[in-house]
């Protein structure tokens, strides 16, 4: 093992990595050591005591795929220097013994499913694991040691490709973050456009709250007026009742029930609490269409409009009415809508508002 670890330290890898890589893989040799650093290069290294008493499972078991034939390993080893090999099945016994008695010595191991020669059974080893191959035998053909010129073009070829595997490694990191990159930069922009549409709903959902609360305190503003209206209108027929009753003189409202009745003999008038009215801007657009009771006043009506769109001032606004033709002025907001002859409807009619804030 001390030859591996020589051959790993000059070709500029950390010692401690070595150290690591040559007892996970149990000393199997130069190449499982190597595929053990490259794979492992940019991880921890475990610490020696803790893993002193843990024994390494299936690190060896799994190296990486390394282009290139296993020559590869003799030749680091015989440009670097011996190697702790084991030697091959059967040449460790009575090498002197007689020509006769001794069986003949086994110099290689062939795999019978490629033909390639093997120095020691870690080599085969190796190579069936790589491989697949599992059909090997004994051979007496001696491996031929390689050049000084051989050895130096194979550990050179070896050096080229393990910088193209880390070449291959660092292209496929670099693209596996460009994709997780990719699919974060997707969700935060789905998720900003989700966050933009449901701000967007929440808005319009609070303008139509608004809307309808500035609708309903219109119409309830107009219609607490019109209820003012009418009870001062109530208290002053009643002080006047009052004071003919003290002068003895005939009510008002019976004077004016005498005056009526025989205008309504032809056919009797209903008494309507609401008014329907639609009312048209001069500007064009949507009409705005509502109901007041018949004893609000014109004034408002005004009120109401101004609370539907700020285009329209209560004080400065004025009506007409198209059909039949008929201006209305400041002195009319006064009036209740049944005494301008709206009641009970004026849908049909357009009031226009040329004037605007």
């Avoid at 790993?8 to 996970?24: I, Q, T, Y």
């Avoid at 193209?164 to 990719?182: D, I, M, Q, S, V």
């Avoid at 639609?278 to 064009?284: E, F, M, N, P, T």
């Avoid at 606004?317 to 009970?344: E, I």
Wanted: aromatic fraction near 4%.
């Amino acid at each position: 093992m001390s030859g591996d670890k020589d051959v790993l330290l000059s070709m500029g890898f950390d010692p401690a990595r070595v150290e690591w890589a040559l007892k996970a893989t149990n000393g199997r040799g130069l190449q499982p050591a190597m595929d053990h650093i490259i794979e492992h290069e940019s991880d921890p290294i475990p610490d020696p005591s803790a893993s002193a008493n843990t024994a390494p499972a299936g690190s060896a078991g799994n190296p990486m795929d390394v282009d290139g034939d296993d020559e590869d390993l003799e030749a680091l080893k015989a440009a670097y220097g011996k190697a702790n090999v084991a030697p091959a099945s059967g040449s460790g016994s009575g090498s002197g013994s007689g020509e006769a008695a001794a069986p003949v010595e086994a110099k290689s191991i062939r795999c019978l499913q490629c033909d390639k020669l093997f120095k020691n059974v870690d080599f085969a080893n190796y190579h069936a694991e790589k491989s697949g191959h599992d059909q090997f035998e004994e051979s007496t053909e001696e491996i031929k040691p390689l050049t000084e010129e051989e050895k130096k073009q194979k550990l050179e070829d070896l050096r080229k490709r393990m910088a193209e595997k880390r070449a291959r490694k660092a292209a496929e990191n670099a693209k596996e973050e460009a994709a997780n990159l990719a699919i974060r930069r997707k969700a935060g922009k789905d998720m900003g456009q989700i966050k933009e549409d449901l701000a967007a709903k929440q808005a319009i959902k609070e303008a139509e709250a608004k809307r309808r609360e500035k609708q309903e305190e219109a119409k309830a503003r107009a219609a607490v007026k019109a209820q003012i209206e009418a009870d001062k209108r109530e208290r002053a027929a009643k002080a006047a009742r009052e004071k003919a009753l003290r002068e003895g003189k005939a009510p008002p409202a019976e004077a004016a029930a005498s005056v009526s009745k025989p205008a309504a003999a032809p056919g009797e008038k209903r008494e309507f609490k609401e008014t329907r009215l639609q009312i048209r801007l001069a500007s064009g657009g949507t009409p705005y269409t509502t109901s007041l009771p018949s004893d609000a006043t014109l004034r408002n009506v005004a009120e109401y409009l101004a609370g539907q769109t700020l285009a329209v001032d209560a004080d400065t606004v004025t009506f007409s009415l198209t059909f039949p033709r008929k201006q209305f002025s400041q002195a009319d907001f006064s009036r209740t809508l049944k005494d301008l002859g709206l009641t009970p409807s004026a849908v049909s009619l357009r009031f226009l508002c040329p004037h605007s804030r």
